[in-house]
Protein backbone atom coordinates (compact mmCIF):
# COMPACT_ATOMS: atom_id res chain seq x y z
CA UNK A 1 0.00 0.00 0.00
CA UNK A 2 1.29 3.16 -0.94
CA UNK A 3 -0.56 5.92 0.82
CA UNK A 4 -0.20 8.16 -1.89
CA UNK A 5 -1.32 11.95 -1.61
CA UNK A 6 -3.26 13.29 -3.78
CA UNK A 7 -4.68 17.44 -4.58
CA UNK A 8 -7.95 18.66 -4.35
CA UNK A 9 -10.08 20.25 -6.94
CA UNK A 10 -8.83 23.82 -5.39
CA UNK A 11 -5.00 22.91 -6.13
CA UNK A 12 -6.58 21.12 -9.42
CA UNK A 13 -8.30 24.45 -10.61
CA UNK A 14 -5.17 26.41 -9.71
CA UNK A 15 -2.58 24.65 -11.88
CA UNK A 16 -5.37 25.03 -14.58
CA UNK A 17 -5.79 28.71 -14.13
CA UNK A 18 -1.38 28.90 -13.73
CA UNK A 19 -1.25 27.19 -16.95
CA UNK A 20 -4.06 29.34 -18.89
CA UNK A 21 -2.12 32.68 -18.07
CA UNK A 22 0.96 30.69 -19.32
CA UNK A 23 -0.79 30.02 -22.31
CA UNK A 24 -1.81 33.72 -22.66
CA UNK A 25 1.40 34.69 -22.42
CA UNK A 26 1.98 32.75 -25.93
CA UNK A 27 4.81 30.69 -23.91
CA UNK A 28 4.36 27.14 -24.30
CA UNK A 29 2.90 25.38 -21.47
CA UNK A 30 4.94 22.25 -20.01
CA UNK A 31 3.21 19.27 -19.14
CA UNK A 32 2.89 19.98 -15.21
CA UNK A 33 2.69 23.17 -13.58
CA UNK A 34 3.90 23.97 -9.86
CA UNK A 35 1.19 25.13 -7.50
CA UNK A 36 2.16 27.03 -3.93
CA UNK A 37 0.13 25.53 -1.35
CA UNK A 38 -1.68 27.13 2.02
CA UNK A 39 1.31 26.10 3.57
CA UNK A 40 4.15 27.30 1.46
CA UNK A 41 4.70 23.92 -0.30
CA UNK A 42 4.52 23.34 -4.44
CA UNK A 43 2.80 21.05 -5.77
CA UNK A 44 2.53 19.77 -9.00
CA UNK A 45 -0.67 19.76 -11.17
CA UNK A 46 -0.86 17.81 -14.40
CA UNK A 47 -1.90 19.39 -17.66
CA UNK A 48 -3.76 18.24 -20.35
CA UNK A 49 -3.75 20.94 -22.21
CA UNK A 50 -3.57 24.70 -23.05
CA UNK A 51 -3.98 27.08 -25.50
CA UNK A 52 -4.86 30.83 -25.85
CA UNK A 53 -5.72 31.56 -22.32
CA UNK A 54 -7.25 28.45 -21.77
CA UNK A 55 -5.88 24.99 -20.32
CA UNK A 56 -6.91 21.84 -18.67
CA UNK A 57 -5.68 20.42 -15.98
CA UNK A 58 -6.43 16.56 -14.30
CA UNK A 59 -7.28 15.88 -10.76
CA UNK A 60 -5.25 13.65 -9.65
CA UNK A 61 -7.02 11.82 -5.86
CA UNK A 62 -3.62 9.64 -5.14
CA UNK A 63 -4.61 6.36 -3.34
CA UNK A 64 -7.76 8.33 -1.98
CA UNK A 65 -11.16 6.83 -3.32
CA UNK A 66 -13.10 9.93 -4.64
CA UNK A 67 -15.37 10.04 -7.18
CA UNK A 68 -12.76 13.27 -8.57
CA UNK A 69 -9.93 11.19 -9.40
CA UNK A 70 -9.13 11.84 -13.15
CA UNK A 71 -11.62 14.78 -13.18
CA UNK A 72 -10.66 16.84 -15.88
CA UNK A 73 -10.97 20.74 -14.66
CA UNK A 74 -10.64 23.91 -17.34
CA UNK A 75 -9.67 27.67 -16.71
CA UNK A 76 -9.74 30.26 -19.23
CA UNK A 77 -8.33 33.99 -18.25
CA UNK A 78 -8.96 37.03 -19.90
CA UNK A 79 -7.32 40.64 -19.54
CA UNK A 80 -10.26 42.23 -17.18
CA UNK A 81 -10.00 45.57 -19.26
CA UNK A 82 -11.99 43.19 -22.07
CA UNK A 83 -14.73 42.94 -20.00
CA UNK A 84 -17.32 45.40 -19.07
CA UNK A 85 -16.88 47.46 -15.67
CA UNK A 86 -13.34 46.13 -14.58
CA UNK A 87 -9.87 47.75 -14.47
CA UNK A 88 -6.87 46.30 -16.17
CA UNK A 89 -4.71 49.21 -14.08
CA UNK A 90 -4.19 47.02 -10.07
CA UNK A 91 -1.74 44.41 -9.75
CA UNK A 92 -3.38 43.42 -6.37
CA UNK A 93 -4.80 39.86 -5.86
CA UNK A 94 -8.04 41.62 -5.85
CA UNK A 95 -8.26 43.03 -9.30
CA UNK A 96 -8.22 38.69 -10.53
CA UNK A 97 -12.22 37.78 -9.91
CA UNK A 98 -12.94 34.20 -9.76
CA UNK A 99 -15.66 32.72 -11.29
CA UNK A 100 -17.73 29.59 -11.84
CA UNK A 101 -18.96 28.42 -15.11
CA UNK A 102 -20.34 24.79 -16.63
CA UNK A 103 -20.11 21.87 -14.25
CA UNK A 104 -19.24 24.48 -10.68
CA UNK A 105 -22.35 23.70 -9.02
CA UNK A 106 -24.53 26.65 -7.57
CA UNK A 107 -25.51 27.15 -3.64
CA UNK A 108 -28.53 27.35 -2.85
CA UNK A 109 -28.99 27.00 1.34
CA UNK A 110 -26.93 29.19 3.45
CA UNK A 111 -24.23 27.86 5.78
CA UNK A 112 -21.37 27.53 3.49
CA UNK A 113 -18.00 29.03 2.82
CA UNK A 114 -19.87 30.81 -0.29
CA UNK A 115 -23.08 33.20 -0.54
CA UNK A 116 -25.88 32.01 -1.81
CA UNK A 117 -26.70 31.97 -5.57
CA UNK A 118 -23.02 32.14 -5.99
CA UNK A 119 -20.98 29.47 -7.91
CA UNK A 120 -19.41 26.75 -5.20
CA UNK A 121 -15.94 27.99 -5.31
CA UNK A 122 -14.90 28.36 -1.69
CA UNK A 123 -12.16 31.00 -0.66
CA UNK A 124 -8.77 29.28 0.05
CA UNK A 125 -9.06 27.71 -3.93
CA UNK A 126 -10.33 31.08 -4.90
CA UNK A 127 -7.09 32.97 -3.04
CA UNK A 128 -4.89 29.58 -4.53
CA UNK A 129 -6.48 30.45 -8.40
CA UNK A 130 -5.43 34.54 -8.22
CA UNK A 131 -1.81 33.61 -6.87
CA UNK A 132 -1.01 31.26 -9.24
CA UNK A 133 -2.13 33.60 -12.19
CA UNK A 134 -0.15 36.13 -10.56
CA UNK A 135 2.84 34.67 -10.67
CA UNK A 136 2.54 34.28 -14.53
CA UNK A 137 0.90 37.82 -14.84
CA UNK A 138 1.93 40.20 -11.81
CA UNK A 139 -0.28 43.19 -13.80
CA UNK A 140 -3.24 44.37 -14.92
CA UNK A 141 -6.72 42.83 -14.04
CA UNK A 142 -7.89 39.68 -14.78
CA UNK A 143 -10.58 37.25 -15.21
CA UNK A 144 -10.48 33.68 -14.77
CA UNK A 145 -13.58 31.07 -15.35
CA UNK A 146 -13.21 27.86 -14.20
CA UNK A 147 -15.53 25.26 -15.32
CA UNK A 148 -15.61 21.43 -15.25
CA UNK A 149 -17.30 19.45 -18.00
CA UNK A 150 -18.81 15.93 -16.23
CA UNK A 151 -19.30 18.53 -13.16
CA UNK A 152 -22.90 17.65 -13.30
CA UNK A 153 -22.38 13.94 -14.03
CA UNK A 154 -20.19 14.00 -10.79
CA UNK A 155 -22.24 16.30 -8.81
CA UNK A 156 -24.18 13.33 -8.50
CA UNK A 157 -22.41 10.86 -6.41
CA UNK A 158 -21.16 13.70 -3.73
CA UNK A 159 -23.13 15.28 -1.07
CA UNK A 160 -23.26 18.21 -2.82
CA UNK A 161 -27.26 17.92 -3.22
CA UNK A 162 -27.52 17.10 0.51
CA UNK A 163 -25.74 20.63 0.99
CA UNK A 164 -27.96 22.51 -1.35
CA UNK A 165 -25.04 22.90 -4.33
CA UNK A 166 -27.14 22.51 -7.49
CA UNK A 167 -25.94 21.67 -10.81
CA UNK A 168 -22.36 20.60 -10.59
CA UNK A 169 -18.85 20.16 -8.06
CA UNK A 170 -17.21 22.44 -5.50
CA UNK A 171 -14.27 23.86 -5.85
CA UNK A 172 -12.92 22.85 -2.47
CA UNK A 173 -10.13 22.16 -0.35
CA UNK A 174 -7.86 23.72 3.18
CA UNK A 175 -4.59 22.20 2.60
CA UNK A 176 -4.83 21.99 -1.11
CA UNK A 177 -4.05 17.77 -0.80
CA UNK A 178 -6.48 14.82 -0.13
CA UNK A 179 -4.63 11.91 2.56
CA UNK A 180 -6.19 8.80 1.36
CA UNK A 181 -9.18 7.55 3.36
CA UNK A 182 -8.79 10.95 5.41
CA UNK A 183 -11.02 10.54 8.88
CA UNK A 184 -10.64 14.59 9.12
CA UNK A 185 -12.04 14.94 5.43
CA UNK A 186 -15.15 12.67 6.60
CA UNK A 187 -15.61 14.01 9.31
CA UNK A 188 -15.66 17.96 7.85
CA UNK A 189 -18.42 16.87 5.49
CA UNK A 190 -20.42 16.17 8.12
CA UNK A 191 -19.95 19.68 9.70
CA UNK A 192 -20.49 21.05 6.80
CA UNK A 193 -24.26 19.26 6.65
CA UNK A 194 -24.20 20.04 10.26
CA UNK A 195 -23.41 23.81 9.08
CA UNK A 196 -26.31 23.73 6.34
CA UNK A 197 -29.18 22.04 8.48
CA UNK A 198 -28.25 24.78 11.61
CA UNK A 199 -28.75 27.72 8.83
CA UNK A 200 -32.13 26.65 7.47
CA UNK A 201 -33.61 25.61 10.00
CA UNK A 202 -37.07 28.16 10.94
CA UNK A 203 -36.39 26.43 14.34
CA UNK A 204 -33.26 25.80 16.51
CA UNK A 205 -33.77 21.74 15.96
CA UNK A 206 -31.68 19.57 14.22
CA UNK A 207 -32.51 16.15 13.09
CA UNK A 208 -29.87 13.60 12.78
CA UNK A 209 -29.36 10.01 12.00
CA UNK A 210 -26.59 7.41 11.46
CA UNK A 211 -27.70 6.25 8.32
CA UNK A 212 -29.47 6.05 5.00
CA UNK A 213 -32.45 4.26 6.51
CA UNK A 214 -32.75 6.11 9.87
CA UNK A 215 -32.75 9.35 7.84
CA UNK A 216 -35.81 8.40 5.44
CA UNK A 217 -37.86 6.81 8.39
CA UNK A 218 -37.18 10.32 10.16
CA UNK A 219 -38.41 12.03 7.45
CA UNK A 220 -41.67 9.53 7.35
CA UNK A 221 -42.26 9.94 10.80
CA UNK A 222 -42.04 13.28 11.78
CA UNK A 223 -41.94 15.13 7.78
CA UNK A 224 -38.53 16.98 8.88
CA UNK A 225 -36.83 18.20 5.71
CA UNK A 226 -33.24 18.14 6.61
CA UNK A 227 -31.73 15.39 8.36
CA UNK A 228 -27.85 15.12 8.99
CA UNK A 229 -25.93 12.10 8.54
CA UNK A 230 -23.60 11.26 11.07
CA UNK A 231 -22.19 8.05 9.90
CA UNK A 232 -20.28 6.19 12.49
CA UNK A 233 -18.86 9.79 14.15
CA UNK A 234 -21.81 10.23 16.27
CA UNK A 235 -19.80 11.71 18.93
CA UNK A 236 -18.10 13.77 16.85
CA UNK A 237 -21.17 15.21 14.94
CA UNK A 238 -22.79 15.84 18.59
CA UNK A 239 -20.06 17.67 20.14
CA UNK A 240 -19.99 20.09 16.92
CA UNK A 241 -23.84 20.51 16.98
CA UNK A 242 -23.44 21.80 21.17
CA UNK A 243 -20.80 24.05 19.41
CA UNK A 244 -23.35 25.31 17.66
CA UNK A 245 -25.28 26.45 20.16
CA UNK A 246 -28.18 24.06 19.43
CA UNK A 247 -29.67 22.97 22.63
CA UNK A 248 -32.93 20.53 20.94
CA UNK A 249 -31.77 17.55 18.76
CA UNK A 250 -33.57 14.18 17.20
CA UNK A 251 -32.13 11.51 16.24
CA UNK A 252 -33.52 8.62 14.74
CA UNK A 253 -32.04 5.48 13.49
CA UNK A 254 -31.71 1.38 13.71
CA UNK A 255 -30.76 0.20 17.76
CA UNK A 256 -28.15 -1.98 16.76
CA UNK A 257 -26.45 1.77 15.69
CA UNK A 258 -27.85 3.76 18.60
CA UNK A 259 -27.80 1.07 21.59
CA UNK A 260 -24.00 1.34 21.49
CA UNK A 261 -23.76 4.83 22.51
CA UNK A 262 -25.46 3.55 26.10
CA UNK A 263 -22.57 0.79 26.30
CA UNK A 264 -19.73 3.79 26.03
CA UNK A 265 -19.24 3.68 22.29
CA UNK A 266 -19.40 7.09 20.10
CA UNK A 267 -17.50 5.80 17.41
CA UNK A 268 -19.64 3.20 16.40
CA UNK A 269 -17.47 1.58 13.28
CA UNK A 270 -17.52 -1.89 13.66
CA UNK A 271 -13.36 -1.82 13.86
CA UNK A 272 -14.03 0.77 17.03
CA UNK A 273 -17.19 -0.52 18.97
CA UNK A 274 -18.51 -4.25 19.34
CA UNK A 275 -21.97 -5.61 18.41
CA UNK A 276 -24.70 -4.37 20.28
CA UNK A 277 -26.29 -8.00 20.54
CA UNK A 278 -25.72 -8.99 23.85
CA UNK A 279 -26.24 -5.66 25.33
CA UNK A 280 -29.83 -5.39 24.01
CA UNK A 281 -30.21 -8.78 24.31
CA UNK A 282 -29.64 -8.15 28.20
CA UNK A 283 -31.36 -4.75 28.31
CA UNK A 284 -34.40 -6.09 26.75
CA UNK A 285 -34.35 -8.96 29.11
CA UNK A 286 -34.95 -12.10 26.80
CA UNK A 287 -33.79 -15.51 28.48
CA UNK A 288 -31.95 -18.52 27.36
CA UNK A 289 -31.94 -17.45 23.39
CA UNK A 290 -28.88 -16.28 21.24
CA UNK A 291 -29.15 -13.90 18.67
CA UNK A 292 -26.79 -12.61 15.85
CA UNK A 293 -28.31 -9.52 15.52
CA UNK A 294 -30.00 -6.82 16.69
CA UNK A 295 -32.93 -6.92 13.91
CA UNK A 296 -33.38 -10.62 14.82
CA UNK A 297 -34.20 -9.42 18.33
CA UNK A 298 -36.69 -7.25 16.97
CA UNK A 299 -38.66 -9.64 15.09
CA UNK A 300 -38.25 -12.30 18.12
CA UNK A 301 -40.42 -9.20 19.67
CA UNK A 302 -43.26 -9.39 17.82
CA UNK A 303 -43.92 -13.06 19.42
CA UNK A 304 -43.75 -11.07 22.99
CA UNK A 305 -40.89 -12.90 25.51
CA UNK A 306 -39.29 -9.35 26.67
CA UNK A 307 -39.32 -7.94 29.94
CA UNK A 308 -38.52 -4.19 28.47
CA UNK A 309 -39.20 -3.11 24.99
CA UNK A 310 -37.09 -0.58 22.76
CA UNK A 311 -39.25 2.48 23.79
CA UNK A 312 -37.31 1.95 27.51
CA UNK A 313 -33.45 1.47 25.13
CA UNK A 314 -34.97 4.71 23.13
CA UNK A 315 -34.96 6.24 26.88
CA UNK A 316 -31.80 5.12 27.91
CA UNK A 317 -29.84 6.26 25.06
CA UNK A 318 -31.87 9.66 25.37
CA UNK A 319 -30.67 10.03 28.99
CA UNK A 320 -27.00 9.27 27.59
CA UNK A 321 -26.95 11.77 24.96
CA UNK A 322 -28.08 14.17 27.36
CA UNK A 323 -25.93 13.52 30.62
CA UNK A 324 -22.80 13.52 28.31
CA UNK A 325 -23.41 16.50 25.50
CA UNK A 326 -25.93 18.44 28.20
CA UNK A 327 -28.65 19.35 25.64
CA UNK A 328 -31.73 20.05 27.08
CA UNK A 329 -34.27 18.83 25.45
CA UNK A 330 -33.40 15.08 23.10
CA UNK A 331 -35.99 12.82 21.03
CA UNK A 332 -34.83 9.36 20.37
CA UNK A 333 -36.91 7.31 17.51
CA UNK A 334 -35.14 3.74 17.22
CA UNK A 335 -36.87 1.68 13.50
CA UNK A 336 -36.26 -1.07 12.14
CA UNK A 337 -35.17 -2.05 9.01
CA UNK A 338 -38.08 -1.95 7.62
CA UNK A 339 -38.52 1.55 8.59
CA UNK A 340 -41.05 0.69 10.92
CA UNK A 341 -41.36 2.28 14.54
CA UNK A 342 -40.04 0.18 17.66
CA UNK A 343 -39.57 2.99 20.29
CA UNK A 344 -39.23 6.54 20.93
CA UNK A 345 -38.77 8.58 24.29
CA UNK A 346 -38.17 12.19 25.01
CA UNK A 347 -35.61 13.20 27.20
CA UNK A 348 -35.91 16.81 28.36
CA UNK A 349 -32.96 18.39 31.24
CA UNK A 350 -34.32 20.72 33.78
CA UNK A 351 -31.97 23.50 34.96
Not at 128 to 157: D, F, N, T, W, Y
Not at 172 to 199: F, H, N, Q, Y
Request: aromatic share 4%; with cysteine; glycine share 10%.
Amino acid sequence: MTNKCGITTGTTAAGAAKAAAISLTGNLCPDTVSVTLPNGEDRNVLIERSANGQATAIKDAGDDPDVTNGLRITASIQFACRAVGASCSSNSLDNVIVKGGKGIGIVTKAGLQVPVGSHAINPVPTQMIKQAVRQILPHGGLIVEISVPEGERIAKKTFNERLGIIGGISIIGTTGIVTPMSLEAIKATIRCEIDVAAANQDIKILYLSPGKIGESALREKIGCLTVVQMSNYIGHALSYVKEKGIEEIVIGGHPGKLAKLTMGYWDTHSGNSPQAVNYVTEFIGIKNKKFNTVEEIIESLYNGGAERNFTDLAKEIAETIINKFGFKHVNVYLFDMKKRTIGESVCTRYI
